[in-house]
């Protein structure tokens, strides 16, 4: 059953200053820009929310820069735009590699990096990276900025510690060391949700390996990492691996598939980054 449209509310802040006043004055109001997930939940009349803030025209939250050594991607950088920037690429390569498995173009001209955090879908492609790359969560509200470590910005399924009256402003990334490397496995390579994804960064000092799909949020593996870290072998560690995700059977895949095919990726990843 569609969503009736008439019955729906839609803020059109000119700046980042009244969208926030929206979201303080105007009740709950659901943030929406790209909507590659929202007219989705429309169509099939899912949508719990009637009212809406527009924020596509704010400028505020776009940009990709480097300050001080960070990376600081605004929340309503495009997947296209990730793609594209020689910033990124050079930074992030595993980012990009996500963004380009991300739908199709159109998709990847809509949906942007603020929204696929927001949504909070465990199968979302960026998020993975953002948590091997030990990215920060920049919100604003009405008191102003907080930071919110990646790994700490979700509470549960689709849960996350951003208030009502708070936006994603940005993501920021420090400077990788080490290779970076990403895999996607579903359906098809692109314009397919993940079955398992992985995302991983290999270096002298420290592994890290994030993977999506495999339990009710994005999950850092952090016994896996410091099985790796110690020298075990690859069957080892990917025992302890196995441990540590809760796959479920849903549309997409079963868990007996996903609790088969990541040990093979992070062999693949502990191959690649030799």
């Keep these: 059953m569609r969503t009736a449209i008439s019955s729906l509310t839609l803020l059109r802040p000119r700046t980042l200053s009244e969208a926030i006043a929206m979201m303080r004055d105007a009740g709950p109001v659901t943030p929406l820009a790209g909507c590659t997930d929202l007219y989705v939940s429309l169509q099939f009349g899912t949508a719990r929310a009637t009212s809406y803030v527009d924020l596509w025209p704010l400028r505020e939250l776009r940009g990709i820069h480097v300050k001080s050594g960070t990376l600081r991607l605004g929340a309503l950088t495009t997947f296209t735009e990730l793609i594209a920037s020689p910033i990124v690429r050079r930074r992030v390569p595993m980012l990009v590699a996500a963004a380009r498995e991300i739908g199709g173009r159109q998709i990847q001209n809509r949906g942007t990096l603020g929204g696929n955090i927001a949504n ?144 093979n990726l992070l062999a693949q990843f502990w191959r690649d980054t030799a």
């Design 120 to 263: 909070g879908s465990p199968a979302g492609d960026s998020l993975p990276v953002l948590l091997a790359a030990d990215a920060t969560i920049v919100l604003i509200g009405p008191g102003g900025e907080r930071r919110i470590p990646f790994g700490l910005f979700y509470t549960g399924y689709r849960a996350t510690v951003r208030q009502q009256d708070e936006l994603i402003a940005a993501v920021e990334i420090p400077r990788i060391q080490g290779k970076q490397w990403w895999r996607k496995v579903g359906t098809r390579r692109a314009q397919a949700i993940s079955k398992v994804m992985m995302a991983g960064v290999r270096s002298s000092r420290e592994v890290r390996v994030a993977v999506g799909s495999v339990a009710p949020t994005p999950l850092r593996l952090r016994k896996t990492e410091d099985a790796l870290s110690s020298g075990v072998s690859i069957a080892d560690a990917a025992r302890v691996l196995t441990e540590e995700i809760a796959p479920i059977d849903d549309i997409r895949s079963t868990a007996d598939y996903r609790r088969r095919v990541t040990p």
